[in-house]
């Protein structure tokens, strides 16, 4: 293989060919996925011990209602994902009848002057462009193949708006955001109630809104319609779908069933009683790979592979990866990170020296970044070299 070692040639040649390159006919591999990639990176090598669930499109029902997106398709220009491919946890709920929808009201309570109720229509005038951010279920694991996140571009109007209009009283420091969340079936491994307890600050940095359009269309039914929060750089558990309740509450208020039921995959502390005790529940920064090809080059097998970094609160252009434990950490090719709101693609050529099994680990090898999951190596996912 030509010895490449610089970006720029890097991001020009490997990208733009996903992009517009050839489409490779590839037998192992559904259409769907091989429209999406290039010849010249070669077969795609399926990671090992994985999950084998269905992918793009939805199963169960309820609260056990998943659809997983299948995140080997993500392409430069394939960073913002359809609405019906968008990952779904919970589906739209049995007891929430669609005629509701159409007069759907968000009920303003508890520390306030006044208890009151908008009429969502009447916040038309208010939506605006929120932008593309990536969400991710804190549940995401191997099991499904990373396929609990996607990002979609967002219309709606910010949470700290909406509060400007309702007067809460001074010994409010804090506002539960709830969503209808009633379903005729019991599930066994998730509870009923969908509500999280935002601080003001928590609401204002973050740029929490409530979002009525999806991808410039109307939410899907199982994404949250007619209105769903989305808390920018959060995990999906704290954004309820389906909002219709928001309660101005103070320091004494109870942790929610929500907010117990994800408190280990938030990163909590124990699962503490008091709301006010919950750290943000905000995604460290964090990079996996998404694909594997492979190629044979002058009789060397040479593997290519893409990945994406998101979360964290700032860019990085200090990450690395390793195949397997106790070998030495190398820089990542390739990748421009801009923006911490969504996924950033990066890719890496890699040449082993020996069959085996390999596990991909990436680290941000810097200090000053914090990375919970990726040193616990939660994202690691391993392959077959034969
Ligand atoms: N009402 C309600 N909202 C909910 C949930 C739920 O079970 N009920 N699940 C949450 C979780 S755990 C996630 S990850 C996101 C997923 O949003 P999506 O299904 O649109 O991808 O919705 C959140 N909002
Ligand atoms: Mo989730």
Request: net charge positive; aromatic share 10%.
């Given at each position: ?102 007069a759907w009201k968000l009920k303003f309570g508890g520390l306030v002057d006044q208890e009151q109720e908008i009429v969502l229509?009447d916040l ?35 949470v700290?708006?909406l509060l400007d209009r309702i007067k809460p009283q001074d010994s409010a420091?804090a506002v539960m955001i709830a ?16 509500s999280?307890v ?45 909002v219709d309740t928001i309660t101005l509450v103070d320091?004494?208020e ?133």
């Open positions: 293989m030509p010895n490449i070692h610089r970006r720029s040639f890097l991001m020009s040649s490997a990208l733009a060919s996903v992009a517009g390159g050839p489409i490779m006919a590839a037998s192992s591999l559904p259409l769907a996925v091989a429209g999406s990639l290039c010849d010249d990176d070669g077969e795609v090598v399926p990671f090992s011990g994985e999950g084998r669930r269905p992918m793009g499109r939805p199963y169960g029902s309820g609260l056990d209602g998943r659809q997983l997106l299948d995140l080997r398709k993500l392409a430069e220009d394939r960073l913002v994902t359809d609405n019906d491919q968008f990952f779904i946890r919970t589906r739209y709920p049995s007891e929430l009848d669609p005629a509701d929808a159409q229509s038309q005038d208010e939506v605006e462009d929120m932008g593309v951010h990536v969400m991710e279920c804190s549940g995401n694991g191997r099991f499904g193949g990373f396929g609990l996140m996607s990002a979609a571009q967002w219309s709606g109007f910010r700290t708006k420091t969503g209808f969340d009633q379903h005729a079936r019991r599930s066994r491994n998730s509870r009923r109630g969908a999280w935002f601080t003001f600050d928590q609401l204002k940095s973050t740029g929490a809104f409530l979002a009525t359009r999806m991808n410039q269309q109307a939410i899907p039914q199982d994404h949250g319609f007619p209105v769903r929060l989305v808390v920018p750089g959060w995990y999906g558990c704290t954004s309820a779908k389906w320091d004494n109870p942790a929610t069933t929500q907010m117990r039921e994800f408190a280990s995959r938030t990163h909590q502390r124990g699962v503490p009683e008091l709301a006010k005790d919950y750290r943000a529940a905000s995604m460290d920064l964090a990079a996996m790979p998404v694909r594997v090809q492979k190629k044979t080059v002058d009789g060397n097998s040479v593997y290519t592979l893409t990945g994406i970094i998101w979360g964290g609160d700032r860019a990085t252009d200090k990450l690395v990866i390793r195949f397997n434990r106790g070998t030495d950490y190398v820089p990542v090719d390739s990748y421009e990170h801009k923006t911490n709101q969504t996924w950033t693609l990066w890719r890496h050529r890699w040449t082993p020296d020996r069959p085996g099994r390999y596990r991909i680990q990436l680290q941000v090898d810097d200090p000053e970044i914090s990375t919970q999951r990726l040193d616990r190596g939660f994202y690691t996912r391993s392959i077959e070299v034969t």
